[in-house]
């Protein structure tokens, strides 16, 4: 059995998570649409950004507490909302959330959870974020908006990226759903993981909490895949922003963006804060990666909008160049779902040690003390992505 001590970089984490999980839910996690072209590219283009190493700089004092939308966080980093949480380890979403409460970082709650938003707040406690995919049944996403207020959910993240699916060969290949379906091929990959299946045994959250029981005709496993397929709105507009708005009534973010023009957009619809995503390279394949996008966007709105980016994050160092690049916030969401699967909440409070540990140093290491005074002079020119 690995140790949690030896554990000290995320790859360290995904090794572990990968033996765990089953393989269709690690191929979910880990992977994007078509080639995979821009799910690698979310990763591969940090790595060519370089730092400025200082020297001779106090470098007592230092802090990497920073807020976002007007909230306290221990760094700039906030967990993402990822699907099926609950079938990477039993009670997934309400583990993660109590880690990231004890920690200090926002945690977000997926439409497509396991557990319910009722049962996070009951068990992690109230001021999580719930993210919210619109669906064709308008009357449910006005109950579901009410169940996030009623549930204490301090922000709305709404993801507009995903009104339609983009192409997933390893999901297909798979035959992806919640619970597993007793096929051959699945009680094999099974049978290699016990540690997965006596959690499974242990709790009756094994479907869609959010959904099953809520939406109308929807009330076991085999009505929900018909649901689902027919219930993403391809005719999400900028219209039904505002009315989203103005139902919630409380902070918003707007996951998804990936160009100026729609950052602007996104300005004018009154939200508080736009995350710069691909959906982590699962949506567009070819679109370019979240960090290349995020210059020029922080650049045309960053003085109108809190600009955060989200994927190809694991590592501190990945958060210290986004905040060079304009992101005055992050999200993590394979590296959170590492810990996750590999330890439960311990792997989650592990993989945010490591990366605000890493935050730290490599601060330190480029002269600075204070996160907030971060800025694209970290960086070495010609090695970083421009507006």
Aim: charged letters at 25%; glycine letters at 10%; hydrophobic letters at 40%.
């Amino acid at each position: 059995m690995s140790d949690l001590s030896t554990m000290t970089c995320i790859e360290d984490l995904r090794r572990v998570y990968k033996r765990r999980v089953p393989r269709m839910f690690y191929d979910y996690c880990d992977s994007g649409s078509w080639t995979e072209g821009t799910y690698r590219a979310n990763v591969d283009d940090f790595q060519s950004i370089l730092l400025r190493q200082r020297v001779a700089v106090n470098m007592t004092g230092r802090s990497t507490r920073s807020t976002m939308i007007g909230q306290d966080v221990a760094m700039p980093v906030a967990i993402a909302p990822t699907g099926l949480t609950g079938m990477q380890h039993a009670d997934g979403e309400i583990l993660a959330a109590r880690a990231a409460k004890a920690f200090g970082v926002p945690f977000t709650l997926s439409t497509m959870s396991i557990c319910s938003i009722e049962d996070v707040a009951e068990h992690a406690g109230p001021g999580f974020w719930f993210q919210l995919y619109v669906m064709r049944d308008r009357d449910y996403i006005e109950r579901l908006i009410d169940r996030a207020k009623a549930a204490g959910c301090s922000a709305l993240q709404l993801t507009l990226d995903l009104q339609i699916l983009g192409q997933r060969h390893k999901d297909i290949k798979n035959g992806l759903s919640s619970p597993p379906k007793p096929t051959l091929a699945n009680m094999i990959n099974l049978a290699t993981k016990p540690r997965w299946c006596l959690g499974m045994l242990g709790t009756k959250r094994r479907s869609f909490g959010n959904i099953v029981g809520h939406a109308k005709g929807v009330g076991d496993m085999s009505s929900l895949a018909s649901w689902t397929a027919e219930q993403f709105d391809p005719e999400l507009n900028w219209g039904d922003v505002e009315w989203i708005k103005k139902r919630w009534g409380g902070k918003l973010i707007l996951k998804g963006i990936m160009d100026v023009e729609d950052a602007r957009l996104a300005v004018g619809s009154g939200a508080d804060a736009l995350i710069v995503s691909n959906h982590g390279g699962r949506q567009l394949d070819g679109a370019p990666s979240s960090i290349a996008a995020l210059p020029a966007i922080a650049q045309a709105v960053g003085k109108d909008i809190e600009v955060w980016m989200d994927g190809g994050i694991r590592s501190g160092q990945d958060v210290l160049k986004a905040r060079a690049l304009g992101a005055r916030g992050t999200m993590i969401g394979r590296a959170f779902l590492y810990g996750l699967g590999a330890y439960g909440e311990l792997g989650v409070t592990r993989a945010l040690e490591i990366i605000r540990r890493e935050l730290d140093l490599t601060m330190a290491f480029c002269g600075r003390t204070d996160i907030d005074a971060v800025h694209e002079d970290i960086l070495l020119p010609g090695t970083f992505p421009t507006a």
